[in-house]
């Protein structure tokens, strides 16, 4: 009897020394889990004790992450929201920037490790609308606790990416405090201050299609284009402007526009010849200027690409096609490029030629921006 009175109490206590045991393990996996989890924009709100109209503004602006945090701070971060530079309200999202525009500061407020940070990326530069990475990371990254600004990780070394939206991109840099004894904070992975552009959509089997939905044409323009306008091109465009082109539009059909910059011209007359083509590469849309003179007669043959003071030569605009006005492009005399160097030919039938052209930014601010335009070209059939 003795011996089964002691067994059962080894039972009891080997069952409750399993349930603390277990108890103790899901205690654990719990602690774990929440370690774990990555943190959100509800809670940043949480935390900063967001009003509800403020959570509302900041729902708009919260983006989503893949951020990890080590060292000093410690955790990973799947959303944080667009906020201000002195106060944790919420703010508008990056835009996407237009080419030759500075970089949009991206200003990110988040959770870690139970506590809530701002994260300041700043791209130096303007956008070309290209890839961009930077490896100088002074006064472009900084970590800095929201609710005691004077705790901030300013000394950054490491690299940032930009994608070509200006507004998305991935970082991996080593973030230092200026205290004695202070341990680096590794911040990497990708991160986002506002949305990309939604690409337009179009048949990528029809002609000249991208340039009518990106512009957003009337159905009466585009169909007028469709059967006349839309001309087949075999160019190359390389350098800060890249792609390839296989269609521009020339569209004669409507009253041309006269002067630098005009459109919808492909003819000589007396010792001028001008042809014009409009296009879209990426979300952009471009026209390109050809413009020769000769006394006392144009005609066909070789031109310089170079523009000077008496010709215009090579232009090339960035721009956008005048939905409201036929699809007249309205050039953006911020940002053009001209000619520098290389040439052009004029066919015999007038209406088509080569083009090898180097092309350089106008303003002063942008000179060094370059493009390259290879290949054959017709503005009329």
Partial sequence: MRWIVAAVAVAVLLLGAGGAVLA???????????????????DAYRLLGLHPSQVTSANSACFNQDLKFSGEVSGTVAQAYAVGADAPSPTSA?????????????????????????????????????????????N?????????????????????????????????ASLLRDVAGAQPVRVSGKWACGAPLPPATF?????????????QLQEADVARMKAGACNPQSLTLSGDVSGRLDHAVTDIGVFA????????TCEGINQDYTATFKFTIGDESFLLDLDAKRYPAI???????????ISIGAVLFLGHAD??????????????????????TIAPDMKSGTVDADLQGALMSHSASRVHIAGNWRCAA
């Fill in 299 to 309: 005609g066909p043959g070789q031109y310089s690409a170079q523009s000077t003071g």
């Fill in 140 to 172: 472009v990254v900084e970590l800095a606790s929201i609710k005691d600004p004077s705790t901030d990780w300013n000394q950054a070394s490491g690299t940032v990416n930009l994608n070509p939206d200006g507004v998305t991109g991935s970082i991996d």
């Fill in 24 to 42: 103790h393990l899901r205690s654990g996996s719990d602690s774990v889990a929440s370690v774990r989890k990555a943190s959100t924009c509800p």
């Fill in 94 to 138: 990056c835009a996407v920037p237009k080419r030759w525009n500075g970089y949009p500061q991206a200003l990110l407020a988040m959770a870690i490790g139970g506590k809530t940070y701002r994260l300041r990326i700043s791209p130096p530069g303007s956008s070309e609308h290209q890839a961009l990475t930077v490896n100088n990371l002074a």
């Fill in 323 to 344: 939905a409201s006005n036929h699809g007249a492009f309205v050039a953006d005399n911020q940002v053009f490029w001209l000619g520098s160097g290389g040439s052009f």
């Fill in 257 to 264: 526009t006269a002067g630098f910059g005009g459109d919808n």
């Fill in 203 to 215: 048949d990528a089997n029809l002609p000249c299609a991208n340039f009518y939905a990106l512009n």
